[in-house]
């Protein structure tokens, strides 16, 4: 499949902007300028990037508690998202979600989940949309692969079945779901295989690898807006850093995480190929690299001149406010 | 001619249905068996349930299955995928059949569509409503019996609404289909055949408005879906031994009309609440303590709670019976707050 040179640009500069991020947000946390909870989407860049260089804005996805990769991929603002980990009044949701709710519903992003599955039937949900009103949108869900052994897995991929829903279920198999290996927690190894209990294709993609992602999704998303209804597929894939920051990773060594840094950097391996087949030259991937370092720069600045939220919004954007009902 | 027009609570429900859906084509419903017969090839198969009490038939034939669907038993899926779809720019109705089966979609409920807007800082819109069956005096037993709705009022964002009337059935849930937030429409099976006055053309009963069904002077009786009923039959009881009692029926349990409350409270100086859900962290004890709270310097006797025990709904009748707060037990709580 070729992709356009313009896709290929856009394709590099958000891989390398979610690198670039989540390596900053490691550094911020680190120094304590971060509260709360983050889990870092580095090393899956080619998952979340492959996936939605297919989709506009009026394609919808869910995305999970690793979700800055998804956000920034969906094109969701990085100088919003990075106030938001802080925790300030211009972020993304005005510091009232922070890092595993940051969601831009005019850009299809239904949300980054804390919840394990939680977006499995939001995807539905917004697919059903897609369908019940004829607009030709798809929606996509990202889950991982302890996502996979949830209940709303199953049903959400039956749902979609039966009614031939315009949706695709990515999985991110990073080989952990927290500290437990895939090998022990997801009977029958094959998680695509998953997807002939419902009838419908599960592909296994080498999540490692741009365009094998960007190709097998173009294909399912084809499909989808096709009518022919939902794909399931497993990119298969590696996160540099723990399941959370702070997390010690007693459960995999240091060499592996290595090797993955070294030899099966999606990033690098994206690049060595575009320069190899004359695609795009490194002094304009180099001007990219620049151009991203700015940009997140940029975005901590903006985040850490940003004012705190007001105590006052604790009770407002709820749906039944009881300080005036009572 | 419109003061003539009675119907039973359940067909105001459907005719609601219908006039919204007529109106607004972004309305769909959905749920198991809510047209029923689905993927049977038996004649008639089609729309020969109707949903658990018949309430959805004849929607399928109106609306087609764009908007009407069968929904596999899944109920994570099929209410999550109305979050989704609400956050999307449908206005789903999801029918949950009976509420006692809230725990597997509950992650949907109020992890996902209770907490979106808030969690995103105002930016979701999650226009949806649940429907669902509670209450006992069915003997359906402890798995399809529960009230349950103190779970949901306790969750910050949920709306929670009981229709006790056919009016109010009709216009409350065409306000629920117009919210634009989450609302759970809750039906008692045991009201679903009450008959009274519905007018024919649209028309909506606001959410969080309490209704005085009874007006009175010597005690508040705030009462609670079939207790409400109850509550009017002691009522009247109590009016020959020369008793005025007022009773109060939210309508809606969230966001609660505190202030019909209080007012009434502060006429009255004495408070009953009678609640066919348990008493622990309940409804009825939110209730007492918003009382306590606001209207403790206007009590004149100790606020009584009429209310379930704390247990499973039980099976046979005379244990059901003596589960659900009879109108013998409201008759005495009143006589003993009065006499103080």
Same mark, same amino acid.
Request: charged letters at 20%.
């Given at each position: 499949m070729d992709i356009p040179r313009d896709k290929l640009l856009e394709i590099y500069e958000r891989m390398v902007t979610i690198r670039k991020f989540e390596d900053r947000v490691h550094d911020e946390y680190a120094a304590g300028r971060i509260p709360g909870f983050v889990h870092l989407y580095a090393g899956e860049e080619a998952v979340a990037v492959g996936v939605c260089a297919h989709l506009s804005d009026a394609d919808s996805i869910t995305s999970t508690h690793r979700g800055h990769g998804h956000c920034i991929a969906k094109g969701v603002d990085v100088n919003e998202m990075m106030a938001e980990l802080y925790g300030r009044a211009t972020g993304a949701c005005k510091g009232k979600g922070g890092s595993m709710h940051i969601a831009d519903i005019d850009r299809g992003m239904l949300g980054a989940n804390g919840i394990v599955g939680g977006g499995v039937p939001l995807a539905c949900g917004a697919a059903l949309t897609a369908q019940v009103q004829g607009t030709g949108a798809v929606a996509v869900s990202f889950f991982g692969d302890g996502g996979a052994n949830e209940g709303t897995f199953?049903?959400?991929?039956?749902? *979609? *079945?039966?009614?031939?829903?315009? *949706?695709?279920?990515?999985?991110?198999?990073?080989?952990? *779901?927290q500290s437990t290996?895939?090998?022990y927690a997801s009977a029958g190894g094959d998680i695509a295989a998953r997807a002939q209990s419902y009838g419908i294709p599960g592909v296994t993609v080498d999540g490692l690898d741009l365009f094998d992602v960007y190709e097998t999704t173009g294909a399912a998303i084809d499909r989808a807006r096709a009518g022919e209804g939902p794909t399931l597929l497993e990119c298969q894939t590696y996160r540099f850093y723990g399941h959370y920051e702070g997390d010690t990773q007693g459960y995999r060594s240091r060499e592996e995480i290595e090797e993955y840094r070294t030899k099966h950097c999606a990033i690098q391996r994206f690049r060595d190929r575009v320069t190899e087949q004359g695609l795009l030259g490194d002094d304009e991937l180099d001007a990219i690299d620049g151009q991203v370092a700015d940009a997140i720069e940029a975005s901590v600045e903006f985040a850490a001149n940003s004012p705190f939220p007001d105590a006052s919004e604790v009770t407002t954007d709820v749906y039944v406010n009881y300080e005036e009902a009572i | 001619m419109g003061e003539e027009r009675? /119907? @039973?609570l359940g067909l105001a429900i459907r005719e609601a249905l219908h006039q919204e859906m007529e109106r607004d084509t972004s309305v769909i419903i959905m749920g198991e068996d809510i047209v029923g017969g689905a993927g049977s090839d038996e004649p008639g198969a089609e729309d020969s349930w109707g949903g658990p009490m018949g309430i959805t038939r004849g929607l399928v034939g109106k609306f087609g299955h764009n908007r009407v669907r069968d929904t596999p038993i899944s109920e994570a899926g099929f209410v999550? &995928?109305?979050?989704?779809?609400?956050?999307?720019?449908?206005?789903? #109705? !999801?029918?949950l059949m009976f509420i006692d089966f809230f725990g597997i979609p509950m992650d949907q409920i109020y992890n996902q569509g209770a907490k979106l807007r808030y969690m995103f800082g105002g930016k979701a819109k999650v226009p949806m409503v649940v429907r669902a069956l509670i209450g006992a005096g069915v003997n359906a037993a402890a798995q399809h019996s529960q009230s349950l709705y103190s779970i949901f009022t306790h969750i910050p964002g949920l709306k929670v609404v009981i229709p006790t009337t056919p009016y109010d059935a009709k216009g409350l849930m065409i306000s629920a289909i117009r919210d634009d937030d989450p609302v759970f429409f809750?039906?008692?099976k045991t009201l679903l055949g009450e008959k009274g006055h519905v007018p024919e053309e649209p028309y909506t009963v606001p959410l969080g408005v309490a209704e005085i069904r009874r007006e009175g002077d010597d005690v508040t009786?705030? !009462? #609670? &879906?079939? /207790?409400?009923?109850? &509550?009017? @039959?002691?009522?009247?009881?109590?009016?020959?031994?020369g008793v005025s009692v007022e009773v109060i029926d939210p309508r809606t349990l969230s966001p609660l009309d505190g202030e019909t409350i209080l007012d009434s409270v502060e006429k009255t100086?004495?408070?009953? #609440?009678?609640?066919?859900d348990t008493p622990r962290c309940s409804l009825a004890t939110d209730i007492a303590a918003l009382a306590a709270d606001e209207?403790?310097? @206007?009590?004149? &006797?100790p606020i009584k709670r009429i209310t379930a025990p704390h247990t499973p709904v039980p099976f046979s009748p005379t244990l059901e019976n003596a589960y659900i707060p009879s109108q013998e037990r409201v008759v005495a709580a009143i006589q003993e707050v009065v006499s103080v």
């Open positions: 199953h049903e959400g991929l039956n749902l *979609a *079945a039966i009614w031939k829903l315009p *949706a695709i279920f990515v999985v991110e198999n990073n080989r952990y *779901a290996s895939v090998k | 009675t /119907m @039973s999550g &995928a109305a979050v989704g779809a609400a956050a999307t720019g449908l206005r789903p #109705i !999801a029918a809750l039906e008692h009786v705030v !009462a #609670i &879906a079939k /207790m409400v009923n109850v &509550a009017l @039959s002691a009522a009247e009881t109590l009016e020959a031994e100086g004495r408070l009953v #609440i009678v609640d066919e209207a403790f310097y @206007s009590l004149e &006797a």
